[in-house]
Antibody
Framework: QVQLVQSGAEVKKPGASVKVSCKASGYTFTSYGISWVRQAPGQGLEWMGWISAYNGNTNYAQKLQGRVTMTTDTSTSTAYMELRSLRSDDTAVYYC???????????WGQGTLVTVSS | QSALTQPRSVSGSPGQSVTISCTGTSSDVGGYNYVSWYQQHPGKAPKLMIYDVSKRPSGVPDRFSGSKSGNTASLTISGLQAEDEADYYCCSYAGSYTRLYVFGTGTKVTVL
């Protein structure tokens, strides 16, 4: 069965960086992409971007460009999302989800809480 | 880059039907037949309920149905059950490099 397992919760200071991992299993990793979606406390879902596990192509939401980098390691079927120059409004649960460009995110990870606080 | 507009909340009694709207623009909802809906219970990851406007993934009850007219998509839950109480989000393909998908603002469904 398809599973996405994310790394554990993080607490970071403003200005720091965070890197969240997402290990996939149960399907051919390079046949899909991985999208990243975040949800601030009590708020809705926000699209962050996605990466093709086939060729590493990425596209990112405009508001995050310059601060976010998505990568994959096909040898371990793991995707990574790094967010830099953290601010308090980056506090959120970050989800990874499997995606195919013309199909919406279907299988989701359990989420990783990132707290940004001084 | 605005989110799609959904009502903040809807409610219904067990067995009744509720419909949630999702309004976008011709650049997202109206431009593609790639609208999906997610159910999210508190503290849990979203679950895909509808994709491509009206298709249901395997295992999703046929009480859940989707439709679209112009720039507005809708999710209908028929025969409302207690376990349907959750937050629901629409999502549309938007096709641009910096905005491949866009989510709705979310709707809280309450079973009375």
């Amino acid at each position: 069965q398809v599973q996405l397992v994310q790394s554990g919760a993080e607490v970071k200071k403003p200005g720091a960086s965070v890197k969240v991992s997402c290990k996939a299993s149960g399907y051919t990793f390079t046949s899909y992409g991985i999208s990243w979606v975040r949800q601030a406390p009590g708020q809705g879902l926000e699209w962050m971007g996605w990466i093709s596990a086939y060729n590493g192509n990425t596209n990112y939401a405009q508001k995050l460009q310059g601060r976010v980098t998505m990568t994959t390691d096909t040898s371990t079927s793991t995707a990574y999302m790094e967010l830099r120059s953290l601010r308090s409004d980056d506090t959120a649960v970050y989800y990874c989800a499997r995606i195919h460009p013309l199909s919406p995110p279907d299988y989701w990870g359990q989420g990783t809480l990132v707290t940004v606080s001084s | 880059q605005s989110a799609l507009t959904q009502p903040r909340s809807v409610s219904g009694s067990p067995g009744q039907s509720v419909t949630i709207s999702c309004t976008g623009t011709s650049s997202d909802v109206g431009g593609y037949n790639y609208v999906s809906w997610y159910q999210q219970h508190p503290g849990k990851a979203p679950k895909l309920m509808i994709y491509d406007v009206s298709k249901r993934p395997s295992g999703v009850p046929d009480r859940f149905s989707g439709s679209k007219s112009g720039n507005t998509a809708s999710l209908t839950i028929s025969g409302l059950q207690a376990e349907d109480e959750a937050d629901y989000y629409c999502c549309s393909y938007a096709g641009s490099y910096t905005r491949l998908y866009v989510f709705g603002t979310g709707t809280k469904v309450t079973v009375l």
